[in-house]
C-alpha cells in the first residue's frame, strides 16, 4: 500500500512532515530503535517524552541526537517497566504535568535472558516486555484520550512466531524455561495487546498498531550467547527448509537501525494507516499471515481475539488493576 519496503528509512517516512506541536511518549529511548525514533520525529519539531531506567544512557542518547538536531524538544523521565511500583510513580507524576499525549510507542524490550524475574516476580520478558507497557499503557489512556489523532505503537518482533502465550503459566512457575520461547510468547502478547487495545479504542479514534523492525544490530543482543545463537540460526535454516526456500546461507538480513526504526516511524503518522486500526506491521507495509516473519509475516496464534481478551484479564489480574479504556 504505501511504495515502502525493506530498506525504507525513518527520515524518508517523514519526508515533509512537520510534526511541531505533537507529543510523542517513547519507552526504551536510551539506545537503538528507540533513540533512532526519537532523533527522526524531533528533526521534524515533535517533543518528544524519552522514557528509560537508566538516566546517565539516556542523557547520553539525548546529547548524540543533539548533535544532529541542536533544537530537539527532549524530555527525559525515569522508569524501570520491570517494576510496577516506578511505574506507577512515573505515570502518577507524568500525568500531573502533562494533560495530552499524540502518541505513545511501547519500544522497550529484553530478548533472550537467563530465567530472572522482575521486581514484582514476573519472569523477566514477559514482564518487562508485556506487563509492564500493559500497565504503563493503560495508566496513560487519559492523557492519551486527550491527544490529536492519538495512537499507541507496540513494538513486537518475528520472533512472535517462536511460541503463543501461555497463560496458565505465563511466568514459567511449572514449565522449564526457554529464553527463545520466553521472547516469542512476549512478543506474541504485544501482538494481541495490540489488537483488544484497537478493539477497546478504535471508537474513540485512538488507532494502535504491532510492528516487526526487522532484524537490526543492537544492545538487544546483549545476552545472547554461542548457544542461543545457534538455536535462533537452526530456527532460521529449519523455517527457510519448511517454505522450500534456498538456503543460500545467509541468515538472517540485517537492516541498519534508520530502516529498523522506520516501521515504528510509519506506525506512528503515516496518515494512510488510518483504515487498518489494530494492524501487524512489518518493512513499512501492512502484515501477511503465514508469510516470512523475518519481514512482515505473522502467526494466526497472535491475532486470536480470544486469546487477545483472556490475555488482558490476566494482565489486570496480574497488576491487579482493572482497567475500562475509552471510558478513561
Ligand atoms: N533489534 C532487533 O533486531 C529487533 C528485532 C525485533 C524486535 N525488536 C524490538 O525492538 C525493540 C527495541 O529494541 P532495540 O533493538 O532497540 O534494543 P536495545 O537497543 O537493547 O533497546 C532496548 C531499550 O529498552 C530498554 N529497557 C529494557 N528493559 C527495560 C526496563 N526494565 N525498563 C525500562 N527500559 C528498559 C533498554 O534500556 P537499558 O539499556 O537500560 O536496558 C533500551 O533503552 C524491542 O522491543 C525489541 O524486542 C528488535
Known amino acids: 500500500m504505501s511504495g515502502y519496503g525493506f530498506e525504507t528509512t525513518t527520515d524518508e517516512i517523514l519526508d515533509g512532515v512537520d510534526l511541531t506541536g505533537r507529543r510523542f511518549v517513547v519507552t526504551g529511548a536510551s539506545s537503538g530503535l528507540g533513540e533512532e525514533t526519537c532523533r527522526a520525529l524531533a528533526a521534524r519539531g515533535a517533543t518528544i517524552s524519552m522514557l528509560a531506567r537508566n538516566r546517565e544512557k539516556t542523557q547520553a542518547a539525548a546529547a548524540r541526537i543533539r548533535e544532529t538536531v541542536p533544537d530537539a524538544r527532549l524530555e527525559i523521565h525515569d522508569v524501570d517497566l520491570a517494576d510496577l511500583a516506578s511505574i506507577r510513580t512515573f505515570t502518577d507524576a507524568y500525568l500531573a504535568d502533562h494533560d495530552a499525549i499524540d502518541v505513545l510507542v511501547n519500544n522497550a524490550g529484553v530478548m533472550c535472558c537467563p530465567l530472572s524475574r522482575t521486581a514484582d516476580g514476573f519472569e523477566m520478558q514477559f514482564g518487562t516486555n508485556h506487563v509492564g507497557h500493559f500497565l504503563l499503557t493503560n495508566r496513560l489512556l487519559p492523557a492519551l484520550l486527550r491527544g490529536r489523532e492519538p495512537r499507541i505503537v507496540n513494538l513486537s518482533s518475528g520472533g ?119 494492524a501487524y506491521l512489518g518493512d513499512c507495509q501492512l502484515g501477511v499471515e503465514g508469510a516470512n516473519p523475518t519481514h512482515r509475516g505473522y502467526a494466526s496464534w497472535a491475532r486470536d481475539a480470544d486469546t487477545a481478551r483472556r490475555l488482558w484479564e490476566l494482565s489486570e489480574k496480574l497488576v491487579g488493576e482493572t482497567f475500562s479504556p475509552g471510558r478513561a
Open 160 to 278: 512472535h512466531s517462536i511460541a503463543n502465550v501461555d497463560l496458565e503459566d505465563p511466568n514459567y512457575e511449572s514449565n522449564d524455561y526457554d529464553p527463545w520461547e520466553a521472547y516469542g510468547r512476549s512478543k506474541t502478547a504485544n501482538v494481541l495487546f495490540t489488537i483488544e487495545l484497537a478493539r477497546h479504542l478504535g471508537p474513540h479514534g485512538v488507532l494502535c498498531f504491532a510492528v516487526h523492525p526487522g532484524a537490526i544490530m543492537t544492545d538487544l543482543g546483549r545476552h545472547l550467547t554461542a548457544e542461543t545463537i545457534g538455536q535462533m540460526m537452526e530456527r532460521t535454516k529449519q523455517r527457510k527448509d519448511d517454505a522450500g526456500e534456498t538456503d543460500d546461507g545467509g541468515g538472517m538480513p540485517f537492516k541498519p537501525v534508520e530502516a529498523g526504526a522506520a516501521t515504528q516511524v510509519w506506525a506512528a503518522t503515516a496518515p494512510e494507516l488510518a483504515a487498518h486500526n489494530g
